[in-house]
Each structure stands twice: as structure tokens, then as C-alpha cells.
């Protein structure tokens, strides 16, 4: 059996008095992923005798945008067509496969379904046209019902360390291997096959695949505050995750994938901050800066204390003698600068080399 343009195979009216139904699916709603085509009952293509599962020589068949039909005979696939436009159905010739936009992906998933007849093309027999919804499937809501591990790393600051977070959003995805889809998912359904079955399945192996797309955007140097601003990196990262149980398996793909909101807990905030603090210190002169503001703020803070001022500025200057270091001694040290022979030098010119000190230092 086989399908043939009919805009090719018609000749006159002759051809239309030889169809006997006409399978047509309307707009397939968002929620519907697999439907069942129906057969039109009124006007001269209406089979009023004909079994609901069997498809007449020279039936028309009609595919619209976003739908790839497949003829079904005894439970499996042995016609395909993704291409818009009507057809009509020809048992004499081979199976035929028109792709549309899916390439030979489809054309190999139908390749290996093959053609089979159990009953050698003789009643009993079941046959069925089915649609499937090829739009993008969107509006599908995420939420990690518990913290995951994100990896921080910051080369600069030398952290790498993991993180705690939550992270909330949405995600479509589109069935891109139809045949695979109709085998493995909703083979023979009696009438609808909805999204809804599919949904929690497929956020939980959305969660699960989470963590180690994280790690892979981890490595790229994105941090998770910087996440939303990267989200095709995130669904590509998803995509490698899950390609084996959605692709593979199912015959569907993870499209755009959408961050509302990704924190981390308050106390790995905190953390984070200190450890960002602590390596900005590391460079002297932030120190020093850091060191002239807290002693300005604490001698505005001794200069009001009516009480014992004296007292409070002598223990501001044993604390500074405790501490072993003071702000003069910092920026001395912040203005130290080295050659490229490798000598450390304070002045305007290398100790070793005598080189001039580079504008920039």
C-alpha cells in the first residue's frame, strides 16, 4: 500500500467519484498529541457501508500544518506522511514515506518498522490513520522540589566549591520522530492520546537530567545567578542529558527551556559573599582602603563617646599594634611591582635590570 498525490494522480472528475472517504483530523489543540483521523460522512465521499477499520481503495487522506499522519495496519506503521497536502491511499503500490521538515530520521524509524501483514492483506484486519501533533508543545512548568548541587567556580578568586539551589521555570519540547513516538508512547490509542499523560514522567527525568546540566554549564563559567541570561545553553546541556530517553526512546526533544527564578539557600550566599570579600582583600591596597574606612568609622564612633573617648582611641591603637599591620604598611606593599626579569621592586626602576616600572603598575 502506498500513498499518491492525489493533485498528480487526478484526471477529471474520474477520480473523485472513486473516492470512497476522505480522513481529515482538525487543529490539533495543544493538549492533544496523538488523535485518531476521521472519516468526513457527508456529500459523495462518504463510505456509508464501510468499516470503520478498514480504508477503502482510493480513499483521500488530508494533512494539515504541524501534523504527521500515519496509516496504521494491524497495529503497525507502514505508511507516513509529514508533508501538508491530500493523498490518496493506493494498496497496490509500496509504502511511501513523505518527511516533510524531519529528514531522514523519519525515513530510517519507518525503514525499521517495516511493512507487516498478519493476515496476509485478508479480513480480519484492522486499519487506522493517526495524527501526531509536530507544533511545539510549550507552557510545561518545572520546580525543583528540593535543592540541587550547583558548582561555582570563579578562576580569578580561586573558588570551586558546590552550592545549593532552586530553581523554577518552563520548558517545551516537540515530537521530532513521529514513528518512534506512535510505537514506543501511544500505539493504538482508541481515540486522543493527551499531554497530560506524559507530563509528570517527563519532569521528573527533566529534574533528574537538572544536575548534571548544571555541571555542564558550571564548566563553561556561568554562574547560577547568571543562569537565565543563558537558557539555550541550559537547553543544550539538557538536550545532551536526556537524549537517550527522549529522543531515542520516545522520539521527542527538549526545545526552549525557560528560568523564572534560581537562588541559592541564604546561608551558601553568605558563604559566597565572605569568600569574595576575602579575595578581594588579598589584593593590598583594597586592603588598606578597607582598613582607613573601618578605623575612620570607629573614630567617629570613639569621638562621640563623651565618656571615654581618650580610652576608646588608645584601645584603637593597641588593637592596631595587636593586628601587625596598618594601613601606611599596605599601600606600601600594594606599590610594589615586579619586573620581567622576575625582580620585586617599590621603585620607579628595577633593583636587578634597572628597567623602568611599566606605566600600567
Not at 573617648?309 to 591603637?317: I, T
Request: proline share 3%; with cysteine; glycine share 12%.
Amino acid at each position: 500500500m502506498g500513498l499518491i498525490k492525489a493533485i498528480v494522480g487526478a484526471t477529471g472528475g474520474v477520480l473523485a467519484d472513486q473516492w470512497k472517504e476522505y480522513f481529515y483530523c482538525d487543529a490539533l489543540p495543544a493538549n492533544v498529541i496523538c488523535k485518531r483521523g476521521q472519516k468526513k460522512t457527508s456529500g459523495r465521499s462518504s463510505n456509508n457501508k464501510g468499516d470503520e477499520n478498514i480504508i477503502t481503495q482510493g480513499s483521500v487522506i488530508a494533512v494539515a500544518d504541524g501534523q504527521c499522519m500515519l496509516i496504521v495496519d494491524q497495529g503497525k506503521v507502514v505508511d507516513v506522511c509529514a508533508e501538508p497536502g491530500e493523498y490518496k491511499y493506493d494498496s497496490s503500490t509500496e509504502p511511501s514515506v513523505f518527511a516533510g521538515g524531519f529528514g531522514n530520521g523519519l525515513i530510517e524509524s519507518f525503514k525499521n518498522i517495516g511493512k507487516r501483514f498478519t493476515f496476509g492483506g485478508e479480513a480480519p484486519r484492522t486499519q487506522r490513520v493517526y495524527y501526531i501533533n509536530t507544533k511545539e508543545i510549550m507552557g510545561n512548568k518545572y520546580g525543583t522540589p528540593q535543592t540541587v548541587p550547583f558548582r561555582v567556580v570563579d578562576q580569578r578568586a580561586g573558588i570551586d566549591i558546590d552550592v545549593s539551589v532552586s530553581c523554577f521555570g518552563e520548558y517545551s519540547y516537540k515530537v521530532v520522530d513521529p514513528v518512534v513516538f506512535y510505537t514506543n508512547v501511544c500505539g493504538n490509542v482508541e481515540d486522543e492520546f493527551l499531554r497530560e499523560n506524559l507530563e509528570g514522567q517527563l519532569r521528573s527525568e527533566l529534574l533528574t537530567a537538572l544536575q548534571p546540566a548544571f555541571a555542564r554549564i558550571s564548566e563553561m563559567g556561568i554562574r547560577y545567578s547568571s543562569v537565565p541570561a543563558h537558557t539555550n545553553e541550559l537547553a543544550d546541556a539538557l538536550r545532551t542529558e536526556l537524549s537517550q530517553k527522549w529522543t531515542e526512546r520516545r522520539g521527542i526533544q527538549i526545545g526552549i527551556v525557560g528560568v523564572s527564578s534560581i537562588k541559592a539557600t541564604e546561608e551558601d550566599e553568605k558563604m559566597l559573599k565572605g569568600l569574595q570579600r576575602d579575595t578581594a582583600f588579598m589584593d593590598p591596597t583594597r586592603a588598606a582602603a578597607h582598613l582607613v574606612g573601618a578605623q575612620a568609622e570607629a573614630m567617629k564612633t570613639a569621638a562621640g563617646n563623651t565618656n571615654g573617648a581618650a580610652m576608646a582611641f588608645m584601645g584603637m591603637g593597641m588593637a592596631q599594634q595587636a593586628g601587625g599591620a596598618n594601613a601606611q604598611e599596605l599601600f606600601k606593599l600594594g606599590q610594589q611591582w615586579t619586573c620581567s626579569c622576575g625582580t620585586v621592586n617599590k621603585g620607579k626602576f628595577c633593583s636587578e635590570c634597572g628597567k623602568p616600572r611599566p606605566a600600567g603598575d
